[in-house]
Structures are given as C-alpha cells and as structure tokens.
C-alpha cells in the first residue's frame, strides 16, 4: 500500500513532507524531559494545523491506491490527517453515493458515514459534491463512491478539512445553561440586560455587517467569538420577506464534544467558501447536539439573509443546520429544544405566529415542488430537495418540535407584533425587513413598508415607503409621505427622505428656519447643496428666508449660478440707470442683460432694472425660458392654467414653464401670475430647470 501524500492543491503554504509518525516525534521530542504537561489538551488531527486554523488538502482519487473493503473498492489515503472531508465531481456526471471513515488516533477505524450531497443555488460556475462530514481527528482516510453498484472514485476529487481548537472553544455554552431574561420591555434596562444575554460581539467584516443586539432571540455564539474567517466570504443579500424556516443536519459523525463544535462550524465555512466557491457558509444558523447555538451566514440575523441550503428555496427561508446524522439516531433533548427555540424565534420575529401553518411558494423544475402551492412554515430539506436531509430520525420528530417551537412563539416577545397589528397589520406596513434590534436609542423593525419603533415605552408603528432604508440617524416620521411627480417625499425628525429614480437619499437641514415638514425642503436644501443659494448668517444659524419674496436681483443671481457662474467682465458703464457699478450683483445683472435674459424696462439712458422690487411669477417665467434657449413653446400650451390667457405678454413663457413640470400651479388650475413669487418656490423652480436643462 503506497504512503505517499498528495500534494495540495488548495492551501500550499503548509509543510506535508514530513509523515505523520515523524510530525509526532517532533511534537514530544518538544516537550523537555520531566516536564509536566498540564491540562488535557484535545487531540490534533496534524500538529501543524493550530490555534484555530483550518487547512484544505485537494486529493484527485485517480491518483490513490483503490483497495478491497468490506466487500466494496475504496480509496486508500494513508497516512492523511483529517478531521472532516467532503468530496467533488465533475459537472454534469450523476450524484454517486459517497462514504468515508477515517482511522482514529487509537488505531481504530470508525463506521462508514454518508455524505450528503450539496446544493449550489449561488453559481453559474456550480461545483458538484457533497458537504464536509465530520469524522473526529483520523490519521488516515478511505473513500468509497458507487453509482448503481459500480464504483466511480476514479472522477472525484476528495477535499480533506483538518480543523483545530481555540481556547475560546471552551467558552461555548448550550442554550440550557445561559440565564434566562424578561425582555417584556426593549428600553434601555431590558436592552442591556439582552446584551448581557447575547452572545453577539461587534465585530464585523468588509463584506457583511455584524448582527446587532437582537431582542427576544434566543442566546447565540456569534461569528466573531467562533471565529469566522471573514477574509474568505463574500457580500450577502437579504429577502423582503421570510416565509419558512428550513431544517437540516449537517451529517458526519455525531462523536464530537461541545468545545469541537466551533471546529465544525470553522470547517464548514472553510468548505462551503473555499471549495465550493460560496459567498458564506449555506446555513443561517448552526445548532450542536449540546444545543449550543451558532450565528451561520453574515450579513445580520436580524435580516432575511439568502442561504445557500435548499436548492431553489433559498430567497424567502432561514436555514437551520443541525451538526451531525439524524438518520437512525435521535438528535439529543438539547439540540431539540434549541432547534424549536430558534424556529419560534424566528418566525415570530417576522410577525408570524403559526409555526404549523403555512405559506405560498412559486414552484420550481427539478425540485420536489415544481409548482406553485403552500409549503409548511417549517419544512426539512428533504420536503424541496431530492435528499435524505435532514435525516428520518430528526424528520419524525417534525411534530414535537412545531408544537414546542410554537409554545416559545407564543410565550415570546411581542412588543412589535402588537404595535403591527394596530398599525394595520401587512395590508399597511407590509412584511418584515429588519426584525426587533437595537439601533441608536431606537429598538427598530422595519418593514417593507413600514417601521416599528420604540424607545423606552410603548411601540409605535407608522407607514412609511421607507423603512426599508431607515436608520436610527432619521428619527421618527414627522407625517405621512407624499407624491412631488415621480418622487416620494417623506419628512422624520431629522430630515427628509426622498425616493426619486428607484434611489433613496436623506436630507438634514442647512437653514434654521426650513423644516423637514416644509413642502418645498428637499428643493431648497439641493439649491444650497448646488452652490445657487447660501442664505443668510452660518452654521446653526443659517437661515433662509422661504416665505419671503423673492427680489429681482436675487433671481437673476440665482440663474447665473444655476448656469455655473460663467467667466464675465462687466461693462464700466451700466445699462440699466438704477444699478450702478457699485451695486452688489452688479455683474450678474450686466451678464443678464448681454444674454438677453433680461430686457428691463424702457430703454437707453432711461433703462432701468428695478433690482430691489419683488419678482412677479410671470417674469420668472420669461428668466428660465430665455436660460433654457427659448426652446419651441406656443402661447395655447398656456391653456392649461385657467387664469393665463393666450394673449398674455408671457402666454408662452408660462405655458413652456408649466408643459416642462417646472411649474405645476395650484390645484384650483391658476398659475397666478401677477403674484410675487416666495422664494421657496423660486427654489423649486429653479431647482426643476436645472434638472431639465441637465445642470443637476
């Protein structure tokens, strides 16, 4: 039988020219004659691979000895340090079915273990295989794979997982043994008392943010205390909507102890990202048979993160994995209660409060469900995907485990659910984005078209096109949305948040005396943004001015700069007598002139501007059409306003202002065009040119 080692094809930075009975003498030959060692320290797979680390080796089986066992061919890859293993094939070839044992560190050969196929909803480049078992720290490996009774080990590639521990490893708890909390109230003493509670950490990646502090979930290790490489993950999404919860076993064998479930969650994640070529790992969560409770994907529990765990049914599910085979073994009380705890959790997070109820799902070819219908709220794989997932013995207690799951949905926090439903329920503020969590002095759900908010008393719920952007920084809304056009507009607290082009943004105030609420507030604060206005004073406090008229000079100062304060050298003398070189826009309004924006009135010596007078509506009008080119308009375009006739010195001017949207008059059908115009309304209409002409 040959012993030598495959050279790896994933990670090449680790020495494997050593054999493993050499590894070892060099471990002891480092500890001193007549040392103590202290402590009972877990057996290592390879004593290279440490303090956490995890390390893939890629086998082609082509290239490992085929021997006789028990009756059936196998690949031998002796001396093959491993803690767990899954295997790939190529694309397009059937599923074989695939079992691995591996020879423990006393020189016994554990059963043969199945591994489960893997689904790959997130590639066009799919790589085909099976998920990483775990079989315990081994020191040698043999694969088996049959398709209809013939063995095809010849096409696959074995990818051999040595995990290791971390003293944080330790640290674990099951969920029994965590203190349990009222969090009847989400102010700020049942928050810090949830935070004591979570085990969430602030830690977070490039790619995905950290969970925040979540309110009623049930106690969790986090990403960052179990040590998730986020060097090696990709950004995730999130759904608008959950419906169901998904329940798996991850399978390998079910002879681990509490501090090595970490181990596997690290390998699992290693696997799902490295040799599959995944985002993150597939499951949303993780539970052990200890019932400890493992934060899975990034990107937030509190969202509705896509997995990667049930083949087309991905976008609107929570996938849950439970570590080891449930296939003729019954997963333990711990890992049961934990598991129920989660659904209950995490369906109620999401204002669903019948764990055996159901919701409708779009079909899909290949699948077991391959058209439109209802699907439980909690399902196992096996119920979408053709698998065994998540094992009989763990399917058969399905029933048990929704009616425990709905007794802590019905025993859980809902704050929310009550402000939601005296809100109007879905119909108005539509389905959970962001369930219950901590966020600035807000504990927030938002929604696809609504927020729940509370701080320290009651919750609120308000309609809102928003919540699904919402941050703390906004505040609470103010009033109802609105349309402007195609725009929605929304006021909060602290500023105003526009939806305009399928883009959201939100505006804080510049001016003191221009409130979120007013009508015209995105428009004025764009105009400052835009560099046409800088009202009067600075900092907190700059005002504006809206509802005070606009003068001329003001107006023509605001077109020069809404055309970008164009390169002008200013005549010595005047052509308007009543604005002297001296005057403060004296060249704006000299630039005016030579464009042909403004006439004034009389002419010659006797010309004069008026630059300190109120700008009546219909002047405005003649300004934006000559700065626009004077583009083709006719006086019956006027006909839309009731009170401009088509003879009017400006029927034109008026009726281009209003075909082009810049103007949109009064709901009576007036343009009013003898009024003085306020200067909030100059700001929206010049704002509006300035979109049309392509200048913003």
Known sequence: MSQRRPTPATDTSSPFSLSRRTLFAATAAAVPAGAVVLGSAPALADPSVTDGETRIVDVPLAEVPLVEVDGAQARDLAEQPATMVGVTWPEGIDAPEVHVRGLDLAGEWSSWLPLDAAEDP????????????????????????????????????????????????????????????????AGDEAAQSQ??????????????????????????????????????????????????VVVHHTAGTNNYSSSESAQIVRGILRYHTVTLGWADIGYNMLVSKYGQIFEGRGGGLHRNIVGAHALSFNTGSFGISVMGDYTRTAPPRAAQVALAHLVGWKLLSTFQTDVKGSSTWSGASGTKHPSSGTLPNMFG?????????????????????????QAFNDGGWKDHLWAFEGAG??????????????????????????????????????????????????????????????????????GTAALEDGSVRFVTPVFEDVAPERVFFLEIQDLFAAGVTEGWGGGSNRTFQPSSNNL??????????????????????????????GFVFYDEICWAYEEGITEGWGSGSN?????????????????????????????????????????????????????????????????????????????????????LTGRY
Not at 556 to 575: E, K, L, Q
Request: charged fraction near 25%; proline fraction near 6%.
């Open 425 to 494: 329920g879905a119909s108005k503020l539509g389905t959970v984005v962001r369930s219950a969590h901590r966020t600035g002095r807000f504990t927030a759900t938002q929604l696809t078209k609504g927020l729940v908010l509370q701080e320290s008393g009651s919750a609120h719920g308000y309609a809102t096109p928003f919540g699904k952007h919402w941050s703390a920084g906004w505040g609470r809304p103010t009033r109802g949305d609105s349309r402007d056009g195609d725009r929605r507009i929304q006021a909060f607290e602290s």
């Open 195 to 244: 935070s004591r509670r979570m085990r969430t950490m602030s830690a977070s990646s490039a790619a995905n943010p950290a969970t925040p502090t979540l309110v009623g979930a049930p106690t969790f290790t986090s990403r960052a205390a179990w040590r998730a490489d986020e060097s090696q993950v990709r950004s995730t999404q999130g759904a608008d909507q959950l419906k169901s």
């Open 552 to 581: 001329r000079d003001a107006m023509i100062v605001f077109i020069y700069r809404a055309m970008g304060s164009p390169s002008y050298s200013a005549p010595r003398s005047s052509p308007f007598r009543d604005v002297d070189p």
């Open 607 to 691: 010309r004069t501007f008026k630059p300190l007078v109120p700008v009546k509506r219909d002047a405005v009008a003649a300004f934006l059409y000559r700065a626009a080119g004077e583009p083709a308009a006719r006086p019956s375009d006027a006909d839309q306003f009731v009170d401009v006739s088509r003879h009017h010195i400006f029927a034109q001017e008026i009726g281009w202002l209003g075909k082009s949207g810049i103007s949109r008059g009064w709901s009576d059908g007036t343009f009013r065009p003898d009024a003085y115009i306020k200067r909030d309304q100059m700001a929206t209409f010049v704002m509006r040119w300035m979109t």
């Open 381 to 405: 794989h096996r119920d979408v995907n053709y698998t065994s997932c998540p094992g009989d013995s763990l399917y058969a207690r399905f029933g048990s485990i929704r009616t425990e799951a």
């Open 122 to 185: 997130e590639s066009g480049e799919a790589v085909a295989g099976t998920e990483a078992g775990w079989i315990g720290a081994v020191s040698a490996l043999q694969i088996r794979a049959e398709t209809d009774g013939t063995d095809v080990t010849e096409q696959l590639v074995a990818h051999v997982v040595t995990t290791s521990p971390t003293a944080a490893d330790e640290q674990v708890v099951p969920l029994s043994e965590t203190p349990a909390t009222d969090t009847a109230d």
